[in-house]
């Protein structure tokens, strides 16, 4: 028994290992053994044993032949390990190691393989405890709604309602003068919940009926500090500033600390920065006011985003998965991500890399910044992040500019809560 024992130690086999790349697909990420194993391209192979390494080694080199990544190339070694991430063909998603080993040491690393899955599952059981841990924390010490608002998607367990939860109506059509529309509008408050239907006036034009502000006191538009407002799918340019809706309940608003938007895009001007611009005039005081801003659904052109700067007291700016990836769809970025040198005059800007560093330095007590686009296991929306919509570069500098301010920069599908100073 103990001659087989030692025999079996002496044998050797061939080990192919396939393994995820920090390219390709995957760019600009860097694997930990555990989400290497986890990812999908992982695997380890072994072949039978060899009674002696230099029929292993050539065993190894016939191996070469059965791999498409190592097709063409040169190996600038003739003996194994034979790695085709050496190689520099950035495009894989996967690589293949080959090596030589002995059956104990191939068990060893099979071995630490589930014991790295089992501290890693107890790590991430632990964070996710200390997640809801601290979560619980926020909300038991802060009476402010919007540490813990999370629209679209409400968690019923952690998020509030806001105190005004509006939608808007549809635009009235011109040539009819005697239709009536109902719509919701909602006052929330710690103990009541009130729906209402409104009534027609003539608030915002003769030839547009309102259905919003009829059920709204004009005392509670002015003491109402959060509201979530859905606009309407059909306002597509539809109102003049001076009887838009939103613009004209916006100037009522006195003391609004947090404001939440769905439906962005639907008010999509020629110049859709010059709108918040115009917000900002009919409502200066928001400027002063306003510390939680989120944008739930739509798209934000960059200089809406460089225009949102006029906030300048936010302390949350939430514009999650916002970016309109197609205004980068004719960049070339692969050399950028791939560490080549620039071309002469340098990169070329991403669509939101000057805007949004222009907005954010205009927000001296931002303490967190949502940009959405991937979370822990989604490296491929934080890739088209930085393919098309902001530069890795940019975003390392803005990260650098907000970590100095003490502000929190987050690339996640989570919208958690967050204590504010």
């Known amino acids: 028994m103990a001659s087989m024992t030692k025999k079996a130690r002496k044998s050797y086999v061939v080990v192919t290992t396939s393994y995820p790349s920090s390219y390709g697909c995957h760019r600009g990420k860097q694997w930990t053994q555990a989400e290497a194993l986890c990812s999908g391209y992982y695997h380890l192979d072994a072949s039978d044993e060899y ?19 190592f097709e063409d190339h040169d190996l600038p070694q003739k003996v194994p390990p034979f790695d085709s991430g050496s190689l520099g063909n950035w495009d894989n998603d996967d690589e293949v190691l080959i090596q030589v080993m002995t059956r104990c040491e191939f068990d060893e690393k099979v071995q630490d393989n589930q014991n790295c ?55 009235v059509n011109k040539t009819s003068t005697n239709k009536s529309t109902n719509t919701s509008t909602t006052t929330t408050s710690t103990s009541t919940s009130t729906t209402t239907t409104s009534k027609t006036s003539s608030a915002t034009s003769n030839e547009q009926e309102d259905f919003i502000y009829s059920n709204i006191p004009s005392e509670k538009l002015a003491s109402v500090r959060s509201i979530h407002y859905k606009m309407c799918v059909r306002n597509i340019a539809v109102y003049e500033p001076g009887r838009d809706p939103f613009l004209i309940l916006l100037s009522q608003t006195l003391v609004l600390e947090e404001l939440h938007i769905d439906g962005w895009n639907n008010h999509s001007y020629d110049a859709p920065g010059e709108y918040v611009e115009r917000l900002l005039e009919l409502a200066p005081h928001l400027s002063k006011t306003l510390k ?50 620039p071309p002469p005059g340098g990169w070329p800007a991403h669509p939101y890399d000057v805007e949004l560093l222009n907005c954010v330095q205009q927000l001296p007590k931002l303490q967190r910044l949502d940009l959405g686009w991937g979370g822990q296991f989604d490296y491929n929306d934080i890739n088209c992040l930085f393919d ?20 929190k920069v987050t690339v996640s599908y989570q919208r958690e809560p967050h204590k504010h100073r």
């Open 292 to 341: 939680v801003l989120s944008f739930q659904s739509g798209s934000l052109m960059p200089d809406t985003i460089e225009a949102l700067g006029g906030f300048t007291h936010l302390e949350r700016l939430d514009i999650a998965d916002r970016f309109d990836m197609e205004l980068g769809l004719d960049l070339d970025s692969r050399g950028m991500q791939s560490g080549d040198s």
């Open 51 to 69: 009674p002696t390494k230099k029929a292993a080694i050539k065993a190894a080199i016939l191996e070469l032949d059965e791999h498409v990544h």
């Open 388 to 407: 098309y919509c902001l530069s890795s570069q940019r975003y390392n500098e803005i990260c650098r500019i907000m970590a100095e301010q003490g502000c």
């Open 117 to 171: 899955l089992v501290y890693a599952r107890k790590e991430v059981d632990m964070i996710e405890h200390l997640r809801q841990a601290h979560i619980q924390n926020v909300l038991s010490q802060s009476g402010r709604s919007f540490v813990h608002y999370h629209y679209p998607k409400r968690t019923t367990d952690v998020d509030i309602p806001a105190e005004m939860e509006i939608i808007e109506p549809k635009p």
